[in-house]
Nanobody, 126 residues
């Protein structure tokens, strides 16, 4: 059983930076495509970024491209989301997700991911 635990959320001002972490246990990180999603109050879960299992290739939502960076440390079994130049509209609960069978066609779809963390709150004040 794979377990995901996010950390690093908090309250910051617009323009600040935060780094979220997602610690993976139960299986090696190399087996999974890892994604970050977010959910703002009253809205659906939104794709943020993804990193491939073997290739390490990354893909971002247009709304965060150039500001956020997803990375992973296989030795630590941890995925990161570096968030720079934060905006008020980035306020949301951020979730880490994992799946061993994600394809290019489905990597932005939250319904395709089998494993989820509990989420970490990010609040950006303007």
């Amino acid at each position: 059983q794979v377990q995901l635990v996010e950390s690093g959320g908090g309250v910051v001002q617009a323009g600040d930076s935060l780094r979220l972490s997602c610690a993976v246990s139960g299986r090696t990180l190399r087996s999974y495509t890892m994604g970050w999603f977010r959910q703002a109050p009253g809205k659906g879960r939104e794709f943020v970024a993804v990193i491939g299992a073997n290739s390490g290739r990354t893909y971002y939502a247009d709304s965060v491209k150039g500001r956020f960076t997803i990375s992973k440390d296989n030795a630590k079994n941890t995925v990161y989301l570096q968030m720079n130049s934060l905006k008020a509209e980035d306020t949301a609960v951020y979730y880490c997700a994992a799946d061993p069978r994600i394809t290019v066609a489905t990597l932005t779809k939250s319904s395709e991911y089998d494993y989820w963390g509990q989420g970490t709150q990010v609040t950006v004040s303007s």
